[in-house]
């Protein structure tokens, strides 16, 4: 402790002699610290004092600065160079930040924490921008824990940085009811979590999807004079994330588009829940990141070489035209005497006798959560630059600098100067460039332009019968052209899908202006991507689509969207049966009700042009949640009664010739269907009987209507109801009620022209009436 002692001291004499000079500029962080660990090791080769030298002659008119300056210099150094410890004591302070919380709840992952605080420190001490009191500054870094079991990592360095979601208290309650600290990383939940991770995989998908999104933006905004889009996208992924499919797909469209600044490090740990990778898991993993067009890095030594990690950083940000892979070579639950480097430590509590073997080991003498203060208020090695008086610069071994006396908190002052900074600079850029600002400004906020939605097209019975994927993508096409943040594209499917935004040219490595995005036969890839393009800023609204029988490819990535309220709008064609010859592989049976089933996520099926218009305005209005819109293959009419308007109820009735409120049937359908109901009800009109035809478009929002709506809908004194939809007939009983009767397909579907298809399987208006009088 006498070391921290004299670094105290040091810290006094500094902060007089520099008191009134100005703070380090954080819009230059190349010219901040050099990290604390490699001046020190330089300066415990020798136990005397680097040599210092005036590095410029002094003016003859500049008064004789005072020898406490001089000599605060020589303690500062020395103090710095008795003391390497002091950076592991900031890293060993994150590993028992999370070895303390993991043990507390007696539930966790304490061993990539430990693993990877030095990869953890170093970013975030050393290299990323961001504001920890406005977590969402839009030019901040960002950063993606994939591997998101290790959390307390993460957790651990908000907490120090200084963010607001993450105090002492937020860290004792991990994994509670109600905390800021869920066993997984939660967007929602904990600001500056950029994204929800946990599914391993997906999260470097999203970081894929956050580097495009700067990468888009750069290139549309940044002018020749003004760089206003310029922020990093870092992410940690696992042997467990390099082993799910999704990252190469991901890491294949990354590679293929140049992504430059994502940089992603690999906890090389060897280690996952069955024991040693070796069991598993063998390739050459950087062999085959080259192979998909990324740059590749292996540091060797993860534990203690930050010297290393923080050479990989430089070399990876000098590539510019290629994303980079930095393998780090780390001990799983490194300090722990008898689980490190085993599987034990991975999912695991430490338990209370190794928890303390693990003090003793790392000489770790605090108390549970304890934040040492000289961790809290640390050096750090800034460029003289900064000096007010440069004509008294020093020189140490080459590298013109000063220290002066910092903590983990001064990432609050100088992440608002970084803020602050950027606001200015994004005035001067309203001022030259006006439409670019609004459009960028738009993006950055989420306002939709005013009157955006009229832009959507409309229809009347007259219109032309069409598919309503080909209606689907007049909508798109419609939609790009006001609202700037619009993009998106098809898993090698956009002629089938017909997604192709017109106007608009490909995103490409040399094009990424563009807005068309090209995924390729990638589906789970595609939907993580677009979650984190959603992510990455309130305006940026990504669609992306296959065929309605591949979300079984995506379904993870799709939950996600749902769980971590990104509004990705999923557009899926050939949405039944009625695709006809390609048969049961491809025919969607069980899919409508299953995403249904999923909270937080809009099921549309849309019957004509007014319907899909109108599923597109409901899809731009809910930010919060994804949408999913599926689309026919097959031609359908243009109907009387539908409207946009109706479909934001998500219920409502198209046809009706009962009066107060009493029809002898209720007939209820979408998409497809509904022009069967329909042909349906005008039978049985002709019979003499009064029926009501119901479009329940979207049964969430029909759900979330007032009691009086639904009730003047579907009114609780008319038993009589009938329901067809080409799908599985599970949940139509809560609109049926127990006399109702659901005509649907409950097995799967048969290669077959659409129309002899629907006949077999007794979707048809005679079917309808027939049911109807049966009740």
Same mark, same amino acid.
């Given at each position: 402790m006498a070391a921290s002692s004299s670094v105290t001291a040091a810290q006094a004499l500094v902060g007089r002699a520099i008191s009134g000079h100005p703070s380090p500029s954080p819009s230059h962080p190349d010219r901040l610290a050099f990290g604390l660990s490699s001046l020190a090791g330089r300066a415990l080769k020798s136990p005397a004092a680097p040599r210092l030298q005036n590095r410029r002659p002094r003016a003859a008119s500049r008064p004789r600065r005072s020898s406490v300056t001089r000599a605060a210099a020589v303690e500062t150094l020395e103090g710095k160079a008795a003391t390497e410890a002091l950076l592991e004591k900031s890293i060993n302070t994150i590993r028992f930040l999370a070895v303390d919380a993991v043990e507390k709840a007696n539930s966790g992952h304490p061993g990539l924490p430990m693993g990877c605080a030095p990869i953890g420190h170093i970013l975030y001490d050393e290299v990323m921008r961001y504001n920890p009191k406005n977590p969402y500054w839009f030019n901040r870094d960002r950063f993606v824990l994939s591997a998101g079991h290790g959390c307390m990592l993460q957790y651990a360095l908000l907490h120090l940085?200084?963010?607001?979601?993450?105090?002492?208290?937020?860290?004792?309650?991990?994994?509670?009811?109600?905390?800021?600290?869920?066993?997984?990383?939660?967007?929602?939940?904990?600001?500056?979590?950029?994204?929800?991770?946990?599914?391993?995989?997906?999260?470097?998908?999203?970081?894929?999807?956050?580097?495009?999104?700067?990468?888009?933006?750069?290139?549309?905004?940044?002018?020749?004079?003004?760089?206003i889009v310029d922020h990093y996208t870092y992410a940690i992924l696992g042997d467990g994330c390099q082993m799910e499919g999704i990252s190469n797909e991901s890491c294949s469209l990354a590679g293929h588009w140049g992504l430059g600044k994502l940089i992603a490090f690999y906890d090389d740990n060897h280690i996952s829940i069955d024991g040693d990778t070796e069991i598993a898991f063998t390739e050459d993993v950087n062999a085959r990141f080259e192979a998909l067009g990324w740059h590749t890095i292996w540091v060797k030594n993860g534990n203690t070489g930050y010297d290393e990690i923080r050479a990989a950083i430089k070399e990876a940000k000098a590539v510019k035209d290629k994303p980079t892979l930095?393998?780090?070579?780390?001990?799983?639950?490194?300090?722990?005497?008898?689980?490190?480097?085993?599987?034990?430590?991975?999912?695991?509590?430490?338990?209370?006798?190794?928890?303390?073997?693990?003090?003793?080991?790392?000489?770790?003498?605090?108390?549970?959560?304890?934040?040492?203060?000289?961790?809290?208020?640390?050096?750090?090695?800034?460029?003289?630059?900064?000096?007010?008086?440069?004509?008294?610069?020093?020189?140490?071994?080459?590298?013109?600098?000063?220290?002066?006396?910092?903590?983990?908190?001064?990432?609050? @002052?100088?992440? *608002?100067?970084? %803020? !602050?900074?950027?606001?200015?600079?994004?005035?001067?850029?309203?001022?030259?460039?006006? &439409? +670019?600002?609004?459009?960028?400004?738009?993006?950055?906020?989420?306002?939709?332009?005013?009157?955006?939605?009229?832009?959507?097209?409309?229809?009347?019975?007259?219109?032309?019968?069409?598919?309503?994927?080909?209606?689907?993508?007049?909508?798109?096409?419609?939609?790009?052209?006001?609202?700037?943040?619009?993009?998106?594209?098809?898993?090698?499917?956009?002629?089938?899908?017909?997604?192709?935004?017109?106007?608009?040219?490909?995103?490409?490595?040399?094009?990424?202006?563009?807005?068309?995005?090209?995924?390729?036969?990638?589906?789970?890839?595609?939907?993580?991507?677009?979650?984190?393009?959603?992510?990455?800023?309130?305006?940026?609204?990504?669609?992306?689509?296959?065929?309605?029988?591949?979300?079984?490819?995506?379904?993870?990535?799709? @939950?996600?969207? *749902?769980?971590? %309220? !990104?509004?990705?709008?999923?557009?899926?064609?050939?949405?039944?049966?009625?695709?006809? &010859? +390609?048969?049961?592989?491809?025919?969607?049976?069980?899919?409508?009700?299953?995403?249904?089933?999923?909270?937080?996520?809009?099921?549309?099926?849309?019957?004509?042009?007014?319907?899909?218009?109108?599923?597109?305005?409901?899809?731009?209005?809910?930010?919060?949640?994804?949408?999913?819109?599926?689309?026919?293959?097959?031609?359908?009419?243009q109907l009387a009664g539908t409207s946009a308007e109706g479909v934001e109820k998500g219920g409502y009735i198209i046809s009706d010739n009962s009066s107060g409120n009493k029809p002898d049937l209720i007939v209820m359908s979408t998409g497809s269907e509904l022009e069967i109901a329909a042909k349906a009800a005008d039978e049985l009109r002709k019979e003499g009987k009064t029926v009501r035809v119901v479009s329940l478009v979207c049964w969430e929002l029909f759900d979330e209507q007032s009691n009086e709506y639904k009730e003047s809908i579907l009114p609780a004194s008319v038993t009589a109801r009938v329901s067809i939809e080409a799908g599985a007939t599970l949940g139509w009983e809560k609109f049926l009620g127990t006399k109702g009767k659901a005509i649907g397909i409950d097995r799967f579907g048969a290669s077959a022209p659409a129309g002899r298809i629907y006949k077999e399987f007794g979707l048809t208006a005679e079917k309808v009436i027939e049911a109807a009088k049966s009740l």
């Open positions: 940085a200084g963010y607001d979601s993450v105090k002492e208290e937020d860290l004792k309650a991990f994994r509670q009811w109600g905390s800021k600290t869920p066993g997984h990383p939660e967007n929602f939940e904990t600001p500056g979590i950029e994204v929800t991770t946990g599914p391993l995989g997906q999260g470097i998908a999203n970081a894929v999807g956050l580097a495009l999104a700067e990468r888009h933006l750069a290139s549309r905004f940044n002018k020749p004079d003004m760089e930095i393998k780090v070579t780390t001990t799983i639950g490194f300090g722990s005497p008898n689980k490190a480097n085993s599987y034990s430590v991975h999912g695991s509590a430490l338990g209370a006798k190794e928890v303390e073997a693990t003090r003793q080991n790392l000489g770790w003498p605090y108390e549970p959560f304890f934040v040492p203060e000289d961790v809290k208020r640390s050096a750090n090695f800034v460029n003289v630059f900064y000096l007010a008086d440069k004509s008294e610069s020093f020189v140490d071994n080459g590298h013109t600098g000063s220290f002066i006396f910092s903590h983990w908190s001064r990432h609050a @002052r100088e992440g *608002a100067a970084l %803020e !602050a900074e950027w606001n200015a600079k994004f005035v001067e850029y309203e001022k030259k460039y006006k &439409e +670019d600002a609004a459009e960028l400004k738009q993006i950055i906020t989420g306002d939709l332009p005013a009157g955006w939605e009229k832009a959507l097209p409309t229809y009347t019975p007259e219109s032309p019968a069409d598919a309503t994927r080909n209606l689907s993508q007049q909508c798109l096409n419609a939609l790009a052209k006001v609202l700037p943040g619009f993009l998106g594209g098809s898993a090698d499917l956009a002629s089938s899908n017909m997604t192709l935004l017109k106007m608009f040219g490909d995103f490409q490595k040399d094009t990424p202006e563009e807005r068309n995005v090209r995924f390729g036969v990638r589906e789970h890839g595609m939907g993580a991507i677009c979650n984190g393009i959603a992510l990455h800023s309130p305006g940026l609204i990504p669609y992306c689509a296959t065929f309605f029988v591949f979300t079984d490819y995506m379904r993870p990535a799709i @939950r996600i969207s *749902a769980l971590s %309220e !990104a509004g990705v709008i999923y557009v899926m064609t050939h949405d039944s049966i009625g695709l006809g &010859e +390609d048969g049961p592989t491809h025919q969607p049976i069980e899919h409508l009700i299953s995403f249904r089933a999923m909270p937080n996520i809009l099921m549309l099926r849309p019957a004509d042009g007014n319907e899909t218009a109108g599923a597109y305005k409901v899809a731009i209005l809910n930010s919060k949640r994804p949408s999913i819109l599926a689309l026919s293959r097959q031609k359908l009419p």
